[in-house]
Every structure is written in structure tokens, then in C-alpha cells.
């Protein structure tokens, strides 16, 4: 069983995604998802605009960007989000749990507009990253020079 604490591997892995750049917003962390045995998707990446963005910290410390999921769930209300889960492998465990955490999102998050999901990871697997397309799960492999 997986220990909810967010792992640094994870977390430095996060970090490099965030300087790299590619979505721009703010960066929940272990968000909880389902009741019975509640999962936690890695990191919600709620779409901001640069000037929202401005309004929350420097941009030149990153880590500034991730929140607890603690903050509260309205913070998603009528926002563009993406769902990301980190490995440091993409393996077809990451692509199976993005594909629940989306199906379960989409159940209890209606005002929220799901902008995609993806696996940001240090390493790629070319067999994975092709049911992954199909499947419309974005992988984010990071150059290494992020790190």
C-alpha cells in the first residue's frame, strides 16, 4: 500500500515539471478522491492566467506553486483543470490510475472543466506512451536539464 505522504522523488519531479513550464496555474497536491478507500491523485493543476499567477507568489521560487489539497475543494469550481500523476517511470500502473482518478473527478467535480490528464514522469516507455495517445493521456517525459 502506497503511503499518502507526497514523496520527494515525487516532488522533485513536480518542481522540474513546474520550471519547465508547460501548464501554467496552480498546483494541488494529494488530492482526495472517492469515500470508501479514498486515492489521491498526485496533482491538480488549476489553469490561471500570468496575472493571477503574479497575484500568488514570485515565479521565480516554483515551489510556490504547490498547494495542499487541504486549501478546499471550491478552489476547482468553474476552473479548466488538469490531473496529473508522477512516476519516475512512465508504466501502465500511472496510466491505469489516471484513467480511475479521471473517471471518479468527473463524477464529483461537475463545475469543473477537465482539461486533460497526463503522467509527468523522468523516463518514458515508447509501448506505454502509445495506449496512452490512445486513451488521450498526455505524457510530459522532462528534459533532464529541468532537474
Request: aromatic share 14%; glycine share 4%.
Amino acid at each position: 500500500m502506497r503511503n499518502y505522504e507526497f514523496e520527494e522523488s515525487e516532488k522533485e519531479i513536480l518542481v522540474a515539471f513546474l520550471r519547465w513550464g508547460v501548464l501554467k496555474g496552480l498546483y494541488v497536491t494529494e488530492v482526495p478522491i472517492g469515500s470508501y478507500y479514498p486515492k489521491k491523485i498526485d496533482s491538480v493543476c488549476i489553469e490561471m492566467s500570468d496575472e493571477e499567477l503574479e497575484h500568488l507568489k514570485d515565479f521565480e521560487n516554483p515551489t510556490e506553486y504547490v498547494k495542499d489539497s487541504r486549501l478546499g475543494f471550491k478552489q476547482f469550481e468553474k476552473r479548466s483543470v488538469w490531473l496529473l500523476e508522477i512516476k519516475q517511470k512512465l508504466d501502465s500502473s500511472a496510466l491505469g490510475q489516471i484513467l480511475i482518478y479521471k473517471h471518479y473527478f468527473e463524477r464529483i467535480f461537475h463545475d469543473t472543466i477537465l482539461k486533460g490528464v497526463g503522467i509527468v514522469c523522468k523516463e518514458s516507455d515508447s509501448m506505454i506512451e502509445e495506449v496512452c495517445q490512445e486513451y488521450n493521456v498526455h505524457v510530459y517525459e522532462i528534459p533532464i536539464y529541468f532537474f
